[in-house]
């Protein structure tokens, strides 16, 4: 039987997995879907079509589907939070649910309306924020206070530091490190570091790099494409990214980095570029 304290209020409707444990004082809306194992600690609150995948864990305060921070956009019955597998959430957590005005578009993908969605194995820190209409992808990390904008769009295995603010419509890439108080306004490449007030492109993430299990060779091409790309003084940014396109197109990391920038320039949006 699903554990479920006295003292907490449950919507009917609300889809409730028998090996989920529900806390005192939380409440759980009737469209909400609780997967197994998921434990709600106490006073969370759940709101609108919000799924919580298998074995995530909630701390109090959290409030999870809450409307979006949008003028114009509030809302909407259909709107829905989809959170993953195996996540932490931490004390006064927030995410939102989606808009009409969807996601952020990326090539070869069509954007999803009205949702908003996170990956799994994630760790999301006291008062760390998702908006509406974001995708944040599997291991995330967002630590105390970090926040992201509305259809901002993390990838996998990325680093928020504490304190940080990523504003709407940015793209941060895979295995990317944003530093602790740093503002980000424009798109951060994959493998990228990121610190300062004004967020600024330090180089690539080399910790994070070696951690996911990658070889100094490997390490070392990834830096020197990353010098010619930001670092050189040879030709424009564009002309550089094209030759580094040519020269390295059998290289699926460097590549990644590549077709972000690409991506990027194909729909008129700005990369943090190196000082």
Not at 48 to 75: K, M, S
Not at 168 to 184: D, N, P, S, W
Not at 209 to 222: F, N, P
Request: glycine share 14%; proline share 3%.
């Amino acid at each position: 039987m699903t554990k479920i304290h006295p003292t907490a209020i449950i919507e009917n409707g609300a889809q409730i997995a028998e090996t989920a444990e529900i806390g005192p004082f939380c409440i759980v809306s009737s469209k909400a879907k609780i997967g197994e194992g998921v434990r709600l600690l106490s006073n969370v609150t759940i709101m609108g079509d919000t799924t919580i995948g298998e074995g995530t864990v909630v701390f109090p305060g959290a409030v999870l589907g809450g409307g979006p921070q949008d003028h114009g956009n509030e809302f909407q019955e259909d709107a829905k939070l989809v959170i993953g597998k195996r996540n932490v959430i931490r004390e006064n957590v927030t995410m939102q649910c989606g808009t009409p005005k969807g996601q952020n578009p990326i090539r070869g993908e069509e954007p999803e309306k009205l949702i908003t969605r996170v990956g799994d194995d994630g760790m999301f820190m006291v008062n760390s924020h998702v908006a509406h209409d974001c995708v944040v992808g599997n291991n995330v990390i967002m630590t105390n206070n970090a926040v992201i904008g509305g259809h901002t769009r993390v990838g996998d295995g990325a680093i928020l530091g504490g304190n940080c603010a990523v504003h709407q419509f940015c793209r941060i890439g895979r295995k990317a490190m944003i530093g602790g108080l740093t503002g980000i306004a424009r798109d951060v490449i994959p493998f990228g570091m990121v610190t300062g007030d004004r967020g600024k492109l330090r180089g690539l993430n080399l910790v994070g790099l070696r951690r996911s299990g990658m070889d100094e060779a490997t390490i070392k091409t990834i830096t020197r494409a990353y010098m010619y790309i930001f670092k050189s003084k040879e030709d424009n940014f564009e002309i550089r990214v094209g030759k580094a396109r040519e020269k390295y197109k059998d290289n699926p990391l460097i590549m990644e980095m590549i077709e972000f920038i690409d991506d990027a320039l194909i729909g008129r949006r700005n990369v943090l570029t190196a000082e």
